[in-house]
């Protein structure tokens, strides 16, 4: 591999930042043809969701599935033989089928969904995706160019790996033309980390695929006409009376997209506002072409670059959802991918390098960088309070959130708040699943430091809110701690919220003090990082309080969950297995409970560490009267089993301890199996399980050991 450049993680960030931004500015119109998008909206060159009534932060599928199917390297070890087939079982593994990702259009008319049925038929990548059993318009339709930019990020400087890496990916659902595109880009973008000319980019990209290409003769024929147009406009005819909609099949085929973003890398000279603003003009599926361009000029450009033009970063604030069966992921951030990214590519190139702060949740460590961190609207509407990222103020000597707040006296407080768990509606464009990311009985933490300027001393105290009663917010806060002018900090508290009260938000208030009654007093406080840690200690049963979001807190990875008169959840799957999912990746050694009543069941029980649908330990009990501890990887492998005659309608309180390497199975209090297992499987959620059956759990609990 190519040597690690010196700026990678910043490179890494402005490519997702990239990546988001040309998302959501593309995503309120996708699918307009130009003269729509001209008639109604003029040339994009900002935001538009507000004229269209639509959200800027949505689910997407372009991002969703590119953050998600590169996890397939940390999955399995970040190992350079990954092969088609393991990319193919992390889709099996994150994607839950109708719920999350991809466009569940059905056989033959979604390629990705077409492939998921492949895959999950047990047939391996890269058949899955072959034009040989789908069809050459399937196979060519543009999803293997919207998911590529990862894996060129996890090869800086290496063209070479990076089209490799993006064959092997694009093969799981796609064939032909479509791979010779995603692999242009990626080659593009890999070499982008150490070449700055759009020219040399697309020579290098095009050295990588066959000469008598369809994708081959496009880039050429474009090059052609911005030699002969002087305007896009007249290039973009071009395009569509040679390779328009008209002349592909498929909903969305890669010939029209691919020409719309070479279009725009040829005329955008080489800004990455006009460059976006070209590729969101022209049309067609505007989030996946202005999400790839938007990665590869920020990875080509860096922060800077974005920084030329408006402000297509500030209403963004690094926010970004990937919602898959790993639901404590799914609220998340541009910094955390970009350094989750960095993090494969360092260990690709045998180069690590720790994460800044310990690897915080939120450091704020490089330039810009807010990870969504905004003044609490409910308490700033008059604008008291705003934040950005500076130099310096760190232990680390690093960077840091300052916190400004204006005129704070006279009861008024100053707050910054972050999401923890999704809180809008239902007006986002792919559905919404998630877990809460912070728990009741875990320790929070953060770090922050006075301005020595400030004159006057501060009141600091962490706080969340959760859901209660009827869905509505409640806050719940830490003690105060004061701050004197040049004073630092660490503020640390155990959380505590009323069971069946999801953790929407985590936050910091300041407040004035006693010692400045009468005064505004001005100042800023800065954030240097934030951090939560340790196991859960909480119950999951159902609350007092009406509302729904304690039920929507669970990832439903099964075929129907609901209470009943009789249980706090009636699990029902018709076919296989089926999880009810919660808790984070983070969660390492605890005891998860519940008591599971099996109305009828091929096997039922709890899991622990799960890691998505096909990757987690499990106590269950199964037809035949035995008991067994499992590991659900790549299959399933029974670690230890012992004779346990169940029978149906009657309760059995299981208990599953995960403590390092070490498993333990208990059944009514009693220890029945033990296991010792050094798998990958170290870290994970929770998860109700139950194949083919109805099967209801009340009591469920996670504890701390």
């Not at 789908?134 to 894996?151: P, S, T």
């Not at 990588?208 to 406009?233: C, G, M, T």
């Not at 003009?281 to 790839?292: H, I, K, M, V, Y």
């Not at 170290?682 to 050991?705: Q, T």
Request: net charge negative; charged share 20%.
């Amino acid at each position: 591999m190519a040597t690690i450049p010196q700026d990678y993680e910043e490179r890494v960030y402005a490519g997702v930042l990239g990546k988001i931004i040309g998302v959501y500015l593309g995503r309120p119109f996708e699918g307009w043809p130009y003269d729509s998008i001209i008639k109604e909206l003029g040339e994009i060159k900002y935001y538009v969701h507000e004229q269209l009534n639509k959200p800027l932060i949505v689910t997407d599928d372009d991002i969703s599935g590119t953050f998600t199917f590169l996890r397939a390297m940390p999955d399995y070890g970040n190992t350079l033989s990954l092969t088609p087939a393991q990319i193919g079982r992390t889709w099996l593994n994150y994607l839950i089928e109708h719920q999350t990702v991809l466009w569940w259009g059905g056989m033959g008319n979604s390629t990705e969904h077409t492939a998921y049925l492949r895959l999950k038929a047990g047939i391996d990548a890269p058949r899955s995706g072959s034009i040989q059993l789908n069809g050459q318009v399937v196979a060519e339709q543009i999803g293997a160019q919207i998911f590529i930019d990862g894996w060129a990020m996890i090869a800086p400087g290496d063209p070479a790996l990076a089209t490799d890496l993006a064959r092997r990916a694009a093969s799981v659902s796609h064939d032909g033309e479509a791979i010779y595109g995603a692999q242009v880009l990626a080659a593009m973008e890999a070499q982008a980390f150490v070449e700055s000319d759009i020219d040399r980019l697309l020579d290098v990209g095009l050295s990588f695929i066959p000469a008598d290409s369809l994708i081959r003769r496009l880039i050429d024929d474009l090059r052609e006409w911005h030699q002969k147009y002087v305007n896009w406009q007249d290039a973009f005819a071009q395009i569509v009376a040679n390779y328009g909609y008209d002349k592909y099949g498929g909903n969305c085929h890669m010939i029209p997209n691919h020409a719309l973003i070479i279009l725009s890398l040829l005329y955008g000279e080489d800004n990455f506002a006009k460059t976006l603003s070209i590729v969101n003009t022209a049309g067609w599926d505007t989030d996946c072409n202005s999400g790839n361009v938007g990665c590869l000029m920020g990875i080509k450009n860096g922060l800077a670059g974005l920084e030329a033009g408006p402000d297509l970063r500030g209403p963004v604030a690094d926010r970004m959802y990937i919602p898959t069966a790993d639901g404590g992921r799914t609220v998340t951030d541009a910094l955390a991918e970009a350094y989750a990214v960095a993090q494969i590519g360092r260990a690709l190139a045998q180069d690590p390098a720790p994460l800044p702060k310990g690897g915080a949740r939120f450091g704020f460590s490089l330039p810009g960088a807010v990870q969504g961190w905004l003044p609490d609207d409910s308490v700033d509407a008059k604008g008291t309070t705003w934040v950005e990222n500076v130099a310096g103020h760190g232990t680390d000597g690093g960077r840091s959130l300052a916190i400004h707040y204006h005129a704070l006296a006279d009861g008024r407080y100053s707050r910054v708040m972050r999401e923890t768990y999704p809180t809008f509606g239902k007006d986002q464009p792919y559905k919404v699943i998630a877990s809460p990311t912070l728990y009741s009985g875990q320790t929070l933490k953060a770090q922050l430091a006075a301005d020595d300027q400030n004159g006057q001393p501060v009141k600091a105290r962490l706080l969340v809110r959760a859901f209660g009663a009827d869905d509505a917010l409640f806050a719940v806060y830490s003690p105060s701690t004061l701050l004197q002018p040049g004073q630092a900090a660490t503020l640390e508290w155990r959380v505590e919220v009323p069971a069946g009260c999801p953790i929407a938000w985590v936050g910091l208030e300041l407040a004035a003090t006693p010692e400045t009654p009468g005064t505004r007093a001005d100042g800023t406080v800065y954030l240097d990082w934030v951090d939560w840690s340790g196991a859960p200690d909480l119950a999951l049963d159902k609350p007092a309080h009406n509302g729904r979001r304690w039920l929507e807190a669970w990832v439903q990875a099964c075929s129907t969950v609901s209470p009943d008169w009789e249980h706090t959840y009636r699990l029902i799957q018709n076919e296989g297995v089926g999880l009810l999912i919660q808790g984070t990746r983070e969660w390492r050694d605890y005891a998860v409970r519940a008591r599971c009543t099996p109305h009828l069941a091929q096997s039922f029980g709890i899991a622990a560490r799960v890691q998505g649908l096909r990757r987690y330990y499990a106590l269950r009990l199964t037809t035949g009267g035995k008991a067994q501890l499992v590991r659900e990887l790549d299959g399933t492998s029974v670690l230890a089993e012992a004779p346990y005659a169940w029978e149906l309608y009657q309760p059995y309180a299981l208990e599953l301890r995960v403590a390092g390497n070490q498993l333990t199975g208990s059944i009514g209090g009693q220890v029945v199996l033990q296991a010792q297992d050094d798998s990958l499987l170290d870290s994970g959620a929770i998860a109700l399980v139950v194949e083919e059956g109805r099967v209801g759990y009340d009591d469920v609990e996670v504890r701390p050991l």
